[in-house]
Every structure is written in structure tokens, then in C-alpha cells.
């Protein structure tokens, strides 16, 4: 599947502007540019839309770990915010550190432009069959 329509498959997530740039098994990276409309106070990137990029990349990495006629939904997730980011864009790549028959664990690294840990989430997909 290519990458336009893997995203295109997460609505809400296109809708965001996220951009995927890779997806593989091994893992999935993607970007999101920082807006006005994307902050909450102080012109920081609201976490809400930090976690979108997170679970997008992470169900996306998920997903192409499943069994063949699978399918996946998000479980659990949970994000530490380490800083805020107040322009340019933020760069994610989410990898599988467990895939099982009933749950994928997925850990998601969002830097900012200059390389600096922004937030990272860990998140657990089931599998259903």
C-alpha cells in the first residue's frame, strides 16, 4: 500500500496535515508542521495534536505487523512531554518493540527541527482477528 493511502485511511490524521515520509514493518516515520491553528497557550504545539502524530504513526506500524486478514485498534498509549514546540515542524518515528498474536507495542520518538526528544509514547495495539 502506498503512503498516501495508508494515511488516507485515518481521516482525522490527514486532516491534521500529518505527512507520512516512510512505512515499513520496522517502522514508520511522518511529520507535522507547526501551525496557529495546532497550538494551545503560548503558541506551543498542543499535545493533542503531538499524540494524533504518535497514534497515527504507531496504528500505521501496527498495522503492517499484523497476521494476514487482522486487524488492529489502540489499546492503551501513554506520552511524556519532555518540551514544547513553538515552530517549524516536529518528526516522528514510531518502531515495534513487541509484535504478539493478541497485542503490538509500538514506541513512538517525536523530535523537533534540531533533533531535541519532544515527547514519546508507548502504545499497545490489539489484534484482532
Do not use: Y
Not at 481521516?11 to 508542521?33: K, M, Q, W, Y
Amino acid at each position: 500500500m502506498e503512503l498516501h493511502q495508508l494515511l488516507a485511511t485515518m481521516p482525522f490524521s490527514e486532516g491534521l496535515g500529518i505527512v507520512l515520509r516512510r512505512a515499513e514493518p520496522d517502522g514508520v516515520e511522518g511529520t507535522l508542521a507547526w501551525s496557529a491553528e495546532r497550538c494551545t497557550s503560548g503558541d506551543a504545539m498542543h499535545g493533542g495534536a503531538i499524540m494524533t502524530l504518535a497514534d497515527s504513526l504507531g496504528g500505521i506500524c501496527a498495522f503492517l505487523n499484523l497476521p494476514e486478514g487482522a486487524g488492529t485498534s489502540t489499546i492503551e498509549s501513554k506520552t511524556n512531554f519532555v518540551r514544547g514546540v513553538r515552530e517549524g515542524e516536529v518528526r516522528a518515528r514510531a518502531e515495534p518493540i513487541h509484535v504478539g498474536g493478541r497485542t503490538i507495542v509500538v514506541q513512538t520518538r517525536v523530535h523537533d527541527d534540531r533533533g531535541r526528544l519532544v515527547a514519546l509514547t508507548t502504545q499497545t495495539q490489539a489484534v484482532l482477528r
